[in-house]
């Protein structure tokens, strides 16, 4: 009987494999991350005991949330399918600084957040689940209340005060003060190695995985070419993202012949915003900012952040549900080139305008509806290599329907995004898309055939269908023949069973 049963369960398992492999990837890249950005003060208090003068009626102040917070809901981000977090910084700030861009200390954790060893466990924790940490590492600029400001001997660390008049400026832009803060001047040798040898005792002490660069544009590049050479030395897939100052347009080319491996866009964002707040709207402006060059793939793609009116505003203000907004213009970000980059409390819509109005608490009571769709994007995007390295091609464009696809070694994706009031059909020719075979959606469960080498695709309004282009199912003998197997051999088991408890009695 013991025979039988291996056999039994031989044959279920050969039967469960596809008939066609999936393709796979060969090692895991930063273009195949999702990030979920996270404002430590914000998200989730973990540990009452280092409410320290907070007031969670007060945005401008500290409002709880910390360290330990975050390593109790990764199991709540990874289940999303988030293979990375991104967070504020952590180090000692000035009073009220909840944001950290405030700091005092580069080298000690804030005491509101928690302690090293808790930043430690928490790095520690995402490694287990196979997720990546991103640490924002400030070098623009400190606090007012830093001990160098008033140190004579560090007078030379700083740029002389001035503001910021011109922002088209480049020696304006990276020697001004920003809101008053003192400017670093990384031209001075001590200052530049003081940044990067404390960027590397991060590196080594916690093991993150990258450093966000808020205001990366305040900073000589070349300062980060030096920063970025040293820095990966050690560790040569270390990820450095710039984050610039909001509503700014760079060289991306600039930045990453030093060093920078990704950029967050403000343009592209500025685009996908104004695309997707409202049915009707059309694409032309967001599919002509995609590109499919290798920087297109590395830069960070976004809705909001911590610097920019939360998105879920837009849609308000254009009276439309933002659930269903929010879907759409996800599937979008989700299947396009590039790194998306989910600011924390997209999943429940959270709304917000200017700072610190976009900075709220974030609340995990709320409708599932958003989250589940969130889940199966990333469950999609993290199984079809085609949606974060294949090469994009946009087959159909029109008054807010749009039809593209993804190619990576023979693995074709289609994605068809309705962001229209009324249902749309599209019909892809052999000259677009092969023929002869059929559209498997895997977020709606579509399925559209192969006629006479084309293929109509019926989307209904404000919807969106991810499809994968495979052979025509029909009727799989093969499968079919094993599954007869299978239940003749539970038949023979049964029989077996029944035989020997007769005999037995």
Do not use: C
């Not at 450093?211 to 030096?226: A, I, M, T, Y």
Request: charged share 25%; hydrophobic share 35%; proline share 3%.
């Amino acid at each position: 009987m013991k025979r039988i049963t291996l056999i039994l369960i031989a044959i279920l398992l050969f039967s469960s494999i596809p008939v066609s492999a999936k393709v796979q990837k060969e090692k895991r890249l930063w273009q195949d991350e999702t990030v979920y950005s996270i404002m430590v003060d914000r998200f989730n208090d973990g540990d009452t005991s280092n409410d320290i003068d907070t007031n969670t009626k007060d945005s401008l102040t500290f409002n709880g949330g910390d360290i330990q917070g975050i390593i109790d809901k990764l199991d709540y981000i990874q289940d999303m399918g988030f293979t990375a977090i991104r967070l504020t910084p952590i180090f000692a700030n000035a009073k009220n600084g909840y944001h950290g861009y405030w700091v005092n200390d580069f080298y000690k954790v804030d005491e509101h957040f928690g302690t090293l060893e808790t930043f430690q466990k928490l790095v520690k924790e995402a490694h287990q689940r196979k997720m990546k940490v991103i640490l924002d590492f400030v070098t623009n600029n400190v606090a007012a209340t830093n001990p160098w400001v008033k140190d004579p001997s560090k007078s030379n660390w700083f740029h002389p005060k001035q503001g910021i008049a011109d922002w088209n400026n480049r020696e304006q832009i990276e020697n001004g003060w920003v809101n008053g803060l003192p400017d670093l001047n990384q031209d001075n040798p001590e200052v530049k190695k003081y940044l990067i040898d404390a960027a590397k005792w991060w590196m080594k002490k916690t093991e993150v995985d990258g450093f966000g660069l808020p205001e990366v544009n305040h900073v000589p590049l070349s300062f980060w070419k030096d920063f970025s050479r040293d820095v990966k030395k050690d560790k040569k897939d270390f990820f450095l993202q710039g984050i610039p100052a909001e509503n700014t347009s760079l060289d991306l080319n600039k930045f990453q012949s030093a060093g920078i491996d990704s950029l967050f866009d403000y343009n592209q964002s500025e685009s996908l915003r104004k695309a997707f707040a409202n049915t009707n709207q059309s694409l032309h402006s967001v599919s002509s900012n995609t590109e499919n060059g290798q920087s297109a793939f590395q830069n960070g793609t976004f809705f909001d952040n911590e610097y920019t009116v939360r998105f879920t505003s837009d849609i308000v203000d254009q009276r439309q549900f933002p659930g269903s907004r929010w879907k759409t213009a996800l599937t979008y970000l989700y299947t396009t080139p590039g790194i998306p980059d989910v600011y924390y409390g997209t999943e429940i819509a959270l709304n917000g305008g200017e700072i610190p109005d976009n900075r709220r608490q974030m609340s995990f009571r709320a409708e599932k509806e958003l989250i589940d769709y969130i889940t199966k994007l990333g469950e999609l995007r993290n199984t079809l290599p085609s949606l974060t390295r294949g090469a994009m091609e946009m087959l159909y464009n029109q008054d807010g329907m749009s039809v593209y696809k993804r190619v990576y070694q023979g693995e074709t994706s289609i994605i068809a995004i309705n962001n229209t009031r009324k249902s749309q059909k599209v019909t892809l020719t052999k000259n677009q898309l092969e023929g002869g075979k059929e559209l498997r959606g895997l977020l709606g469960g579509d399925l559209v055939r192969s006629h006479d080498n084309q293929y109509n695709l019926i989307i209904d309004r404000d919807e969106s269908e991810i499809y994968v282009l495979t052979k025509k199912s029909g009727l799989n003998i093969p499968h079919i023949s094993s599954l007869i197997v299978v239940y003749l051999l539970v038949f023979l088991f049964l029989i077996l069973i029944l035989k020997r408890r007769r005999r037995a009695n």
